[in-house]
């Protein structure tokens, strides 16, 4: 059956066009002779309150799996002591795995663009399940290094970047409450599971424990089912007059796009591909412009035309893709209510537009269909195009947010933040639906690895600083335990000082967070890196039951910093469209820093003893807090001489 048009009249062009979040060049024709000019894509998150269902689903996948993988320490005697492996290779094995959990942070970001949240977030699952479930039956390194370790992690990973980024996309002014409470469950789940894993071991040992875990983790499969695809609507603009062209990319050549001429055109510069652009064949998304500038470009340029003679009548063409191939009658309304919302800043009347809503008809399932509800991935859906994918702060501190804001004129903004933050996307990009490193896939490679931001001296102390911080960061949680029962403490005690650190993590989340908003990013980051180092250096000064209490409160404090201020502090230094390349980059040096981490800790120990270990876990902690210091400075310098 054909979809049923529903006609809307509206008289201002501006109106509809603020509402698209993507943009896109379509130099193709379509029947009737008219000539495509913008098509767009309008995300609609739902009014159910179904985002907090996903903020719960999201809390407790993380709860699992970082629960897991920062729990190591409670499984490593009983593993080494089973598999007759020295202390080093066994925590090896830890450290492998959590640097995998970030460096394939941008190839899991890539599938994401690709096949969407649920599928990664599901495949994350059964692939992390199932390789707990073959590491039950190791009985060499080897085996237990690459199932326990790799691919294990890999999943981790899937899990970690689907859960964390989708709660984004269901919410606009409490982004930042449902991210946090998203990101408090690593802490809850660290808290939980190492008493956990100490009872189990007791019980019945470390492969039982094991496969407790693979079977947690198999649970995420089924709560990746709530990620439901955002209901999208397809909008393109077409212009009925046959002897103008408009070309859309007005930054971009079509060539520049696929990389033909291995050149891009910018205004009147030609900027040459990056080794990485090259790499991946795409160009990274900090070369495309934004909706908002297409848009802008687009409504500048129609309302220009001379005499009423010239001028094109234009139609807006909303189609509904809907996963399940249809669209309710309230989401209809609510798709005009954001239209209506916004306000018209040029005074002088642009052309008429007429839009048609093309809604299709929904799909006949069977009675067993309609029970197991199951709504597809959007092929045409790109979420990490968007800027602001990886940012955790307050929207309203972006600069952004607040010209949207102002733009609309009322106090929310619509979708004009969406446009903003939102990268253009090519026709080719959109018409790949088969493969696995589509454009699509590729673009996002290109944009979270192009090294273009290390020409800059401040984002090298940066990276540097994030490698030497998480040099020691796993320290304390992968042998604490162990420093204190060997000083003499109550076992029963030290069996709870992780809990503390991950309990303690999950407030400094929440409280650091607050603070961040108040003052500068990079200060509170550089001071909680600071207080962290030193009190691990510190911590061997007393082995009594309650310094030890207290170290772990305040390490697990102030070292939630590293990860839930890394996307403001990133954005203060170098503006939000350089936070995705940014935070691929800084991923990977994060990974390399866990990946010597713990492995050069048991060395330490085994040689000169807990102490030094301790010491050596501190300093590094600590020195990555100095050599940022002058990185405000340096950036501030960067920045005037690029004016």
């Known amino acids: 059956m054909p979809p049923k048009p529903i006609l809307v009249k509206n008289d201002t062009m501006k109106n509809v066009l603020v509402a698209p979040s993507r943009v896109v060049s379509r130099p193709d024709k379509l029947e009737g002779g008219e000539e495509t000019e913008i098509a767009a894509q309008i995300l609609v998150p739902p009014e159910t309150g179904w985002g907090w269902v996903v903020v719960a689903a999201s809390f407790i996948n993380v709860f699992i799996f970082d629960g897991i993988a920062f729990t190591y320490g409670s ?38 663009n690709r096949f969407g949240f649920r599928a990664c977030v599901m495949s994350g699952s059964v692939l992390s399940s199932f390789s707990l479930f073959i590491s039950y039956f190791s009985n060499g390194f080897a085996s237990f290094c690459i199932f326990y370790g790799a691919i294990a992690g890999f999943g981790y990973c899937l899990m970690n970047m689907a859960s964390g980024l989708i709660v984004g996309f269901y919410f606009e002014k409490l982004r930042s409450i449902a991210l946090a409470i998203c990101s408090c469950g690593s802490s809850v789940g660290i808290m939980a599971f190492y008493p956990l894993n100490v009872y189990l071991i007791k019980l019945a040992g470390w492969r039982t424990a094991t496969l407790l875990h ?34 859309y990319l007005p930054n971009l050549s079509t060539a520049g796009l696929r990389l033909a001429t291995s050149r891009t055109k910018t205004d009147d510069k030609t900027i040459e591909p990056t080794a990485t652009e090259r790499l991946f064949s795409a160009v990274s998304n900090s070369n495309f412009p934004t909706a908002a500038a297409l848009v802008e470009d687009t409504t500048v340029g129609s309302a220009a035309q001379p005499g009423p003679s010239t001028a094109a009548v234009s139609k ?18 609510q798709v005009k209510s954001i239209m209506s919302k916004t306000s018209v800043q040029d005074k002088t009347k642009p052309p008429p537009v007429e839009i048609a809503v093309t809604v299709e008809e929904p799909k006949e399932s069977s009675c067993w269909g309609r029970l197991c509800h199951w709504d597809v991935h959007v092929p045409e859906s790109r979420p990490m195009y968007r800027d602001d994918v990886f940012y955790e702060g307050k929207l309203e501190k972006l600069p952004e947010y607040q010209k949207s804001k102002m733009a609309s004129g009322t106090s929310k903004t619509g979708l004009e933040y969406q446009l903003a933050v939102s990268r253009a996307v090519t026709v080719d990009d959109l018409r790949e639906k088969k493969g696995v490193f589509t454009t699509a896939a590729r673009r996002v490679l290109a944009t979270m690895m192009d090294p273009k931001l290390l020409r800059k001296k401040s984002f090298i102390f940066l990276c540097l600083g994030g490698f030497l911080i998480f040099v020691g960061y796993l320290t304390p949680y992968v042998f604490i335990q162990d420093r204190n029962v060997q000083a003499g403490l109550d076992p029963q005690h030290c069996l709870f000082l992780v809990s503390v650190i991950g309990g303690a993590n999950a407030i400094g989340r929440l409280v650091l967070g607050g603070v961040a908003s108040k003052i500068d990013p990079i200060n ?16 061997d000064v007393s082995l009594n039951l309650s310094y030890q209490y207290f170290y772990c409160f305040v390490f697990g404090f102030f070292s939630s910093a590293t990860t839930s201020l890394r996307s403001m502090v990133i954005v203060s230094l170098y503006g939000l469209d350089n936070l995705t390349n940014a935070t691929g980059v800084i991923l990977v040096f994060q990974g390399l820093g866990s990946l010597v981490s713990t492995p050069s800790a048991s060395i330490l120990k085994n040689m000169y003893g807990f102490s030094i270990a301790f010491y050596v876990a501190g ?24 004016l």
Not at 317 to 324: F, G, I, R, S, W
Request: charged share 10%; aromatic share 8%; proline share 4%.
């Open 75 to 112: 499984l490593k005697n009983d593993i080494s002591t089973d598999l007759n492996l020295s202390n080093s290779l066994v925590n090896l094995v830890n450290s492998l795995c959590i640097a995998i959990y970030y460096i394939a942070g941008p190839l899991a970001s890539a599938f994401i």
């Open 214 to 247: 693979s079977g947690l983790i198999g649970l995420i499969y089924f709560l990746g089912m709530t990620f439901q695809p955002l209901l999208s609507f397809t909008v393109v603009k077409t212009t009925e007059d046959q002897t103008r062209t408009v070309t």
């Open 316 to 333: 807006l063409t909303l189609t509904a893709n809907a996963p399940q191939g249809g669209i309710s009658p309230r989401q209809l309304k």
């Open 524 to 539: 509170v980051f550089i001071f909680s890196t600071l207080i962290s180092g030193i009190v691990t250096i510190l911590s």
């Open 619 to 642: 300093s590094f902690i600590t020195a990555g807090g100095i050599i940022l210091l002058p990185v405000k400075r340096m950036s501030e310098k960067e920045s005037k001489v690029t």
